[in-house]
Structure formats: C-alpha cells, structure tokens
C-alpha cells in the first residue's frame, strides 16, 4: 500500500497536480487536513518525523 500511494503521489507532481501529491503525502506523513492518524504515525508511534526522539506511546 506505502509503494503504490508514494508512486501515486510522485505521479502526481510529475504531471504538475500539487494538490492531489499534496494530498497524499499528507496521508502518509503528516495527517493534517485529515480525520485520521498518518501512515508514518500508525507504523512508528512518532508524532513528529524530523529526528523524534521517542514514541509518544509506549511500545510494549
């Protein structure tokens, strides 16, 4: 699913459609203009991916 969303997005900048690979970066990374917890935050745990220095949960 993360490699066919990332082609999707990378797609989308290639044919100059900033806001649907806006959109799905969005999804994947950040969560922001969503209802729902990110991809990176459901599989990492970390609120924020630049250099996070723990999970906001507890792994165990």
Same mark, same amino acid.
């Given at each position: 699913?993360?490699?066919?969303?990332?082609?999707?997005?990378?797609?989308?900048?290639?044919?100059?459609?900033?806001?649907?690979?806006?959109? %799905?970066?969005?999804?994947?990374?950040?969560?922001?203009?969503?209802?729902?917890?990110?991809?990176?935050?459901?599989?990492?745990?970390?609120?924020?991916?630049?250099?996070?220095? %723990?999970?906001?949960?507890?792994? %165990?």
């Amino acid at each position: 699913m993360e490699t066919t969303c990332i082609r999707l997005g990378i797609k989308y900048i290639q044919d100059k459609d900033y806001q649907k690979a806006f959109q %799905v970066f969005d999804n994947l990374l950040n969560g922001d203009l969503n209802n729902h917890t990110s991809l990176f935050k459901n599989i990492s745990r970390f609120d924020n991916y630049f250099n996070p220095p %723990v999970p906001s949960r507890s792994l %165990v």
